[in-house]
T-cell receptor, first 122, second 111 residues
Framework: EVQLEQSGAEVKKAGESLKISCKGSGYGFYGYWIAWVRQTPGKGLEWMGIIYPDDSATKYSPSFQGQVTISADKSINTAYLQWTSLKASDSAMYYCARYGGPTLEAVRFDYWGQGTLITVSS | QSALTQPASVSGSPGQSITISCTGISSDVGVYNFVSWYQQHPGKAPKLIIYDVTNRPSGISSRFSGSKSGNTASLTISGLQTEDEADYYC???????????FGTGTKVTVL
């Protein structure tokens, strides 16, 4: 059974750093792209970026380029999303999702983690 | 890249059919047949219910169907059931710097 298990909720202060994780199981983790998606009440779902764990090739949404870093460690089937300096506006639910499409055009996020809620106080 | 436009809410009675639209532009919904749909119940993660405009993943009810015409994709739920009450999001590939754009989301209420 394919599963993506995310790290727990975090409460941080503005300016602090943070790294959250997403551990895959039940499939060949290294061979599927993993995406990060932000969800806020005001802006809905937003695609942040995507990584291919086998070679760590990464693509970012222009909205998030330079704001976050996506990485992966295929030896432990885990992808990461990190911030060096959080802002209050980073408060949101963050999901990782497996990209199941045969090409990068055939958009299909077929399995999702349970989400990690980030709360940043100013 | 702006979000795809969906109606904020759609409602129907049990057994009825409802359709949710997802309107984009020629560089996203209109460019390829790569539109997916997700169902999200409160407090849960999104779940893929349609991909490549019309295809259902294994285990998804045939009551869910998708279509596309020009720059607008649609999701139809037939034989509406109480468990269909959820938020629904479309998602399309886009030929610009942000390749994956989501819709604004639609809340489905079963009356």
């Amino acid at each position: 059974e394919v599963q993506l298990e995310q790290s727990g909720a975090e409460v941080k202060k503005a300016g602090e750093s943070l790294k959250i994780s997403c551990k895959g199981s039940g499939y060949g983790f290294y061979g599927y792209w993993i995406a990060w998606v932000r969800q806020t009440p005001g802006k809905g779902l937003e695609w942040m970026g995507i990584i291919y764990p086998d070679d760590s090739a990464t693509k970012y949404s222009p909205s998030f380029q330079g704001q976050v870093t996506i990485s992966a460690d295929k030896s432990i089937n885990t992808a990461y999303l990190q911030w060096t300096s959080l802002k209050a506006s980073d408060s949101a639910m963050y999901y990782c999702a497996r990209y199941g499409g045969p090409t990068l055009e055939a958009v299909r996020f077929d399995y999702w983690g349970q989400g990690t809620l980030i709360t940043v106080s100013s | 890249q702006s979000a795809l436009t969906q109606p904020a809410s759609v409602s129907g009675s049990p057994g009825q059919s409802i359709t949710i639209s997802c309107t984009g532009i020629s560089s996203d919904v209109g460019v390829y047949n790569f539109v997916s749909w997700y169902q999200q119940h409160p407090g849960k993660a999104p779940k893929l219910i349609i991909y490549d405009v019309t295809n259902r993943p294994s285990g998804i009810s045939s009551r869910f169907s998708g279509s596309k015409s020009g720059n607008t994709a649609s999701l139809t739920i037939s034989g509406l059931q109480t468990e269909d009450e959820a938020d629904y999001y479309c998602n399309s590939y886009a030929t610009n710097s942000n390749p994956y754009v989501f819709g604004t989301g639609t809340k489905v209420t079963v009356l």
